[in-house]
């Protein structure tokens, strides 16, 4: 029998820990697919971030370290420095990455670190229980708003995205979603290619996955899907943000 | 012939870890360590290792957790502002036990303060510093040459031990210029680095975490490292004994103090007064042993820093009662001189 389907290589049997509807798991068989096809699963090195998915490592069969809070571009950085002919990921959430680690991600974008970060922007903090996040729209809900997000008191849905892509060391930066088939199509297809920027040492590479968080948005997995379509694009549509790998 | 060369503190400590094999660097500028962090990325171009100025110290201290984490022999510093907010990734690197050296080049505080040198960083130094039970090897040089040689040998030390060790120098010993022997360093056995981040090539992958979820699993983890340091207690301990077989009366001070007191002990034996001087090397593990035994015998020890008394709490630990225990120290800066500390010594009721 000739098997058409399977769980990528590089990652492990272990059962996923994520709530029912979440987007990680999405993005990890995503990146797992895409390590598999480029041939990297053994000099591959990934830095989960602090948050829901600090426990990635569980899953493949790569080399990972956790890091500090939002300081995982900066232990990619030595990673990267030691290893300069390894593949060197960071995946980091809206917290990690846009909130405490604000520092750490745009001076390795600025720096053109050849590491490849997957962002998951789901509006929220996940791991703590549903808190603001700085991707957290105005108005919406959370336990640290409750009254929606206030944008006189706490300002507004930050776009990391558009940030780090005006500083000279960032190569590609993408914006996609894990909200319905055809856009997970097109998440492979910008993780691929920000690998593939790092193989061919171009620089810094980030694509921002927007993700459903459905249990702390309140919603059911659909409505959270929909959420993401509806209203959490509106801000962060989706699209390629720079692009300078052509030249 | 061993090349000799004249050097400040800053720049011996820069050339002890390269002569150790030191080809990963990261630290963020602040007085008095500077010429350090300029020394290291002179050497580290000429010879082809990395150097990057981070944009913080926060930075800079998890570029030495990845840089360790992959098995390189890496190195940050900074003066004290900057080592306190390196503290919750020291406390990262003491969970996940990965070696690397990390310099104190200590200045007045608290906050800003002052560029001038000071021992007040002891406590943050010693007794953990960051959250969470550990313990970093902590090591007080008192020479240009001690900073060198240190500086060299804690790369070993946290090879051994899969430990962070802290060489805590001073503004003083950072910034002086002595004559240094730049002695060829013995590459001592260690075990391979099995545990590295190196690509899951013919192997399972490498994990590296702090993170234990599982019942009991933190508190297995907890009892190894203090295991650890159990035999780090037993292993590494260093010190000097100046006079002490016939002493009377013993100061105890480290690093700059200590070359200060040695004076004084001289000035006070010119005197006929019997004193005596033990320097701690090794701040972390203490030589809490040789002090007790030594206050058996004894009228009183005085203690003398650069800070309102922190290594003293040490000495009455080990003391516990045997004999007094005075305390000098200057702060915000100031240095005590040979003679402060013979009229300290002289104003003491001493029974």
């Known amino acids: 029998m000739k098997k058409i389907f399977g769980k990528p290589e590089c990652m492990t049997d272990k059962p996923f820990h994520y709530c029912p509807g979440c987007g990680h798991g999405i993005v990890h068989r995503l990146i797992g697919e895409v390590v598999d096809e480029l041939g990297i699963q053994d000099r591959t090195i990934g830095v989960p971030p602090v948050g829901c998915a600090v426990v990635m490592y569980h899953y493949f069969n790569i080399d990972m370290t956790e890091a500090p809070h939002g300081r995982t571009p900066a232990v990619a950085t030595g990673i990267k420095r030691v290893h300069p002919d390894k593949v060197v990921f960071t995946y980091q959430g809206d917290g990690d990455l846009a909130a405490i680690g604000t520092g750490e991600i745009i001076h390795a974008a600025n720096r053109g670190e050849r590491i490849t970060t997957i962002f998951v922007n789901n509006a929220v903090y996940g791991m703590t229980g549903g808190q603001m996040a700085p991707t957290t729209l105005v108005g919406q809900k959370t336990t640290t708003t409750p009254l929606g997000r206030d944008a006189r008191l706490i300002g507004y849905p930050i776009k990391i995205s558009e940030m780090l892509a005006i500083t000279d060391g960032s190569i590609y930066i993408e914006r996609v979603a894990v909200n319905k088939p055809a856009n997970i199509i097109k998440a492979k297809k910008a993780i691929k290619k920000a690998f593939q920027i790092q193989l061919e040492d171009r620089g810094f590479s980030m694509v921002e996955v927007l993700s459903q968080c459905p249990v702390n948005l309140g919603l059911t997995s659909q409505k959270a899907a929909e959420w993401i379509d509806n209203t959490l694009m509106k801000t962060y549509p989706l699209g390629v943000i720079k692009d300078k790998s052509g030249e | ?351």
Not at chain 2, 18 to 47: D, K, S, V, W
Not at chain 2, 243 to 267: H, M, N, P, Q, W
Not at chain 2, 287 to 297: D, E, L
Not at chain 2, 327 to 344: A, C
């Open chain 2, 1 to 351: 012939m061993v090349e000799k060369v004249l050097m400040c503190g800053n720049g011996a400590v820069g050339e002890g870890a390269i002569q150790a094999g030191c080809r990963h660097y990261f630290g963020y500028p602040i007085t008095p360590q500077n010429e350090l962090t300029a020394y290291m990325a002179e050497r580290l171009g000429e010879l082809g290792g990395v150097f990057i100025q981070s944009e913080s110290e926060l930075a800079a201290i998890n570029m030495v957790f990845g840089a360790s984490a992959s098995g390189a022999r890496a190195m940050t510093s900074s003066s004290s502002p900057g080592i306190s907010l390196k503290q919750e990734g020291i406390s990262y690197i003491a969970a996940a036990e990965l070696p690397c050296v990390i310099v104190n080049i200590m200045r007045a505080g608290p906050g800003l303060g002052d560029i001038t040198p000071s021992q007040a960083d002891y406590f943050q130094a010693v007794k953990g510093g960051g959250h969470g039970d550990y313990r970093l090897i902590t090591i007080g040089p008192a020479s240009v040459q001690e900073l060198y040689d240190w500086t060299a040998k804690a790369f070993y030390l946290a090879d051994k031990y899969r430990n962070p060790v802290m060489i805590l120098g001073d503004g003083f010993l950072g910034q002086m210029m002595e004559p240094l022997e730049v002695k060829k360093i013995e590459e001592l056995k260690l075990p391979p680095k099995t545990w590295a981040l190196t690509g899951a090539k013919d192997r399972s992958a490498n994990i590296i975490r702090t993170l234990m979820l599982k019942v009991g699993e933190l508190e297995e983890h907890n009892k190894k490292i203090q295991d650890k340091y159990k035999r780090i207690e037993k292993e590494l301990i260093e010190y000097e004994a100046v006079l002490t077989d016939d002493a009377e009366i013993i100061l105890v001070a480290y690093g700059t103090c200590a070359r200060i007191c040695k004076e004084s002990v001289f000035l006070l034996r010119k005197e006929g007064i019997k004193a005596g001087l033990i320097r701690p090397i090794t701040l972390w593990p203490y030589p809490s042993a040789v002090i007790r035994k030594i206050s058996n015998n004894i009228k009183c020890i005085l203690t003398v820093e650069m800070n309102a008394g922190q290594m003293v709490e040490d000495v009455k630990l080990a003391v516990m009662g045997r004999c007094p225990v005075h305390f000098y120290g200057r702060m915000g800066g100031g240095v005590p001189t040979s003679k402060e500390i013979v009229d300290e010594i002289k104003g003491l009721e001493i029974k």
